[in-house]
Structures are given as structure tokens and as C-alpha cells.
């Protein structure tokens, strides 16, 4: 299978990476020189834009971060795209988003999975979670595309249903974040040393990925250097636009989230810092 890639940032790079390594034919696309780079040197070949990977693919991946940025490559690449073209969008967007890119596809031949990610531990290999959403045959044919990088491959219903799970995941581990941060204002408001909370939490299993993860960032250096919160005011802003698809969706079904209101109004506390 001709496989593309386009955006090679944290997670996209990996799975791009995994793509190279299967042995297949492969093209990327990214506006950043660094990913492209590495995977040129893996043999990937380089194009100059998404229009150009659909041309050079028989299925290929979209992972970028924001809604404007996935119906702009979506857009692009039609331009290449030849009926039948798999297109699996792995970044987490909007309803909204998702059906128009769908219609789009649709419209010149183009076959879209939502196909979103959830990962475990970093770097190479079997590490991605799939959740692919679509008709049976798309889906059949999107386990093949995603394989060479995939922990396990959830398949998830109709369309739009794999960001219904993600977002669902995602959902739960901002609620962890929230539970986390209050325990250890407690404590440390309390003059208990975090730490001790960390290690009682870690022993009897409260302390989830997510809550240790957390714990590590607030229990690091003060102040933080400017690179550390660059890098999680991105992470804010990822969750701030998954916690707005999670009120969307329950606006859209008529359900009360309360939990997840409270999670988007804490959450530049929680992630930022306390005040």
C-alpha cells in the first residue's frame, strides 16, 4: 500500500516513522523542515504539499492540531487525490469539522476514516491506540493503512463515532487532571509534602498515567522556564478544544457534563499553575 503522511509533529512523526520502517512506498508532507528530514533519511519521500502526497498515496494520514488546519490540508490534497483515496484523519476535530470534510471527500470520490489516536509511552513502535470510525470496507482497509504503528485498533462504528471515543477518553483523564490538582493543593495548603501524597496514591493505585504525569509537573522546578511553559500552554490549548468538542457533543444530545464544564473552567489552573 502507497502510504502518506502529512504532519510530523509528536505523534504524526512516529507513526510516519513506522509507516518507513514497514518496508512501504511512503511520502510526507509537513510545513516544518525537521520531520520531513528524518524521514528522508528513513527513505521517505518528501513533497512539497498535501495535494502532492495524495498523488503519490493509495491511503494516507492527516494528523494536525487544529480544525482550520485539517479542512485546509483536507482541501489541499483533493486537488492530487484520485477516486477511491483513503484518507484517515487522526486529529481530534469538531462535528462540525468532521462532517464537512467528509462532504468535501465525498464529493470528489474520496473515501474519509475518522480514524483518531490515543497513545501509550513515547517514541517508536506498537504505541498508538486506533479508533476508526466509517463503512466496514473503509475501516477494513484503514486497519491495513495503520497497522505498522498500532497497540490496538478499536473499530468504533459509523463516522464521527471514533472522535465520540476519544473525546469520551480524553474526557476522563481531564477529570483525572482536576482530581489530581485539588488533592495536592490539599496537601499543600494541608503543609503535607506532596511527594508523600504522590507515593501513598502510586501505592494503592488512585495515582493514575495521567494524575503521576501531572504530579511530576507540579512537583518540578520553580519557577518554570519559559521553554517548559510554552509547552504547556500547547497542552492547554489541546485541552481547551477537546473539552469544547466533549460540551458540543452533550449540547448536541441535550446532556449535562457536569464534570466536564468543571473541567474546562479549572483547567488553566490545573495545567498552568495555581494562581
Not at 476514516?113 to 509511552?121: F, L
Request: one cysteine or more.
Amino acid at each position: 500500500m502507497k502510504s502518506g503522511f502529512i504532519g510530523l509533529g509528536d505523534i504524526g512523526r512516529g507513526i510516519a516513522r513506522a509507516l518507513a520502517a514497514s518496508g512501504r512506498e511512503v511520502i510526507v508532507h509537513d510545513l516544518q523542515p525537521e520531520g520531513p528530514a528524518e524521514l528522508a533519511a528513513m527513505g521517505a519521500r518528501v513533497a512539497s504539499s498535501p495535494a502532492e502526497v495524495a498523488r503519490g498515496s493509495e491511503a494516507l494520514g492527516i494528523c494536525v492540531r487544529t480544525d482550520e488546519q485539517a479542512l485546509a490540508v483536507v482541501t489541499d490534497l483533493l486537488d492530487g487525490a484520485s477516486p477511491g483515496l483513503l484518507v484517515c484523519l487522526h486529529s481530534t476535530v469538531h462535528a462540525a469539522t468532521l462532517r464537512q470534510a467528509a462532504a468535501l471527500c465525498e464529493a470528489r470520490g474520496v473515501r474519509l476514516v475518522d480514524a483518531t489516536v490515543t497513545r501509550s509511552g513515547g517514541g517508536d513502535g506498537k504505541t498508538i491506540t486506533y479508533m476508526l470510525g466509517g463503512s466496514a470496507q473503509d475501516v477494513a482497509d484503514a486497519r491495513i493503512f495503520v497497522e505498522p504503528s498500532a497497540k490496538a485498533i478499536v473499530e468504533a462504528g459509523p463516522l464521527g463515532a471514533a472522535t465520540t471515543l476519544k473525546i469520551a477518553n480524553n474526557l476522563a483523564t481531564y477529570i483525572q487532571f482536576v482530581a489530581g490538582h485539588e488533592a495536592l493543593t490539599l496537601a499543600r495548603r494541608s503543609g503535607v509534602d506532596p511527594s508523600l501524597l504522590m507515593e501513598v496514591m502510586t501505592s494503592n493505585g488512585v495515582a493514575t498515567p495521567a494524575i503521576r504525569g501531572l504530579m511530576r509537573v507540579v512537583m518540578g522546578p520553580k519557577p518554570m522556564d519559559p521553554a517548559q511553559r510554552e509547552s504547556l500552554k500547547r497542552t492547554l490549548d489541546i485541552a481547551w478544544k477537546d473539552l469544547d468538542c466533549v460540551l458540543e457533543a452533550a449540547a448536541e444530545l441535550h446532556l449535562a457534563l457536569p464534570g466536564a464544564q468543571l473541567a474546562r473552567e479549572q483547567m488553566e489552573a490545573v495545567i498552568l499553575g495555581e494562581g
